[in-house]
């Protein structure tokens, strides 16, 4: 079946503009998350959603970054403003909400933002 | 979550196994351990977690010790698909909980 898929694959956009990522997760899955990667770097939390709520939004690094998934499903990343320092890979990821110890996420391919 | 130390890089000859270390001296009781890992250009990909007995799949084992401080992944006959980097996150378990990443482990297979 259909994995998680991201688009655009690759943003380059110029200082002070403002982007949206959007996010498709695997049909059924409830939670969502959004991370960012900075080369040579581990993934970094930003937000998590189950369902249409955010859950988890700690990892958001300042209020020029917002997202939200209105029905459930697509997800939206959007960032005003964007600054150099907002260049890295946005990656989504999804996963089954359900009683199991652990639901592994799916990652998407991720969208490259570059801020110029 | 507890923190994890990992070797920066290792290099494993192809068709052999690849024993990845990952030191969580810090585990406490209800924590699992996970294992992802990256391909260049590509998303993370799941590949095995535990608690505290040995784990095996069609991907690797997972070797913990009796301690839980550390354990080792295994990948049994490592291919040059093989080369990517490797995580090891340990976090309680239940569902959804967001991810915490390392550096991890950059694992290269040479011909």
């Known amino acids: 079946g259909a994995g998680v898929s991201q688009t655009p694959s690759n943003k380059v956009t110029e200082k002070g503009k403002y982007v949206e990522l959007r996010c498709d997760p695997i049909?059924?899955?409830?939670?969502l998350y959004w991370y960012r990667q900075s080369l040579g770097q581990g993934p970094e939390f930003l937000i998590y959603f189950q369902g249409t709520g955010a859950a988890d939004d700690s990892g958001l690094p300042n209020d020029r970054f917002f997202a939200v998934r209105p029905e459930g499903s697509v997800s939206t990343l959007k960032i005003q403003r964007t600054e150099r320092g907002d260049s890295a890979v946005y990656l989504c990821?999804?996963?089954?909400?359900?009683?199991?110890?652990?639901?592994?996420?799916?990652f998407g391919p991720g969208t490259r933002l570059t801020v110029l | 979550d507890a923190k994890t130390t990992q070797p920066p890089s290792m290099d494993c000859a192809e068709g052999r196994a690849a024993n990845l270390p990952c030191n969580h001296s810090?585990?406490?009781?209800?924590?699992?351990v996970y294992w992802y890992r990256q391909i260049h250009s590509q998303g993370p990909q799941y590949i095995i977690h535990g608690l505290k007995n040995n784990e095996t799949n069609e991907m690797a084992s997972l070797i913990i010790t009796e301690d839980r401080k550390s354990s080792t992944l295994i990948l049994p006959h490592a291919t040059l698909r093989d080369t990517a980097v490797y995580y090891c996150?340990?976090?309680?378990?239940?569902?959804?909980?967001?991810?915490?990443w390392g550096l991890g482990t950059s694992l290269a297979v040479n011909p």
């Open positions: 996150i340990v976090r309680v378990a239940g569902n959804n909980r967001k991810l915490i």
């Open positions: 990821a999804s996963s089954l909400s359900g009683l199991s110890s652990y639901n592994e996420q799916f």
């Open positions: 810090t585990i406490s009781g209800n924590e699992y």
């Open positions: 049909s059924g899955h409830t939670a």
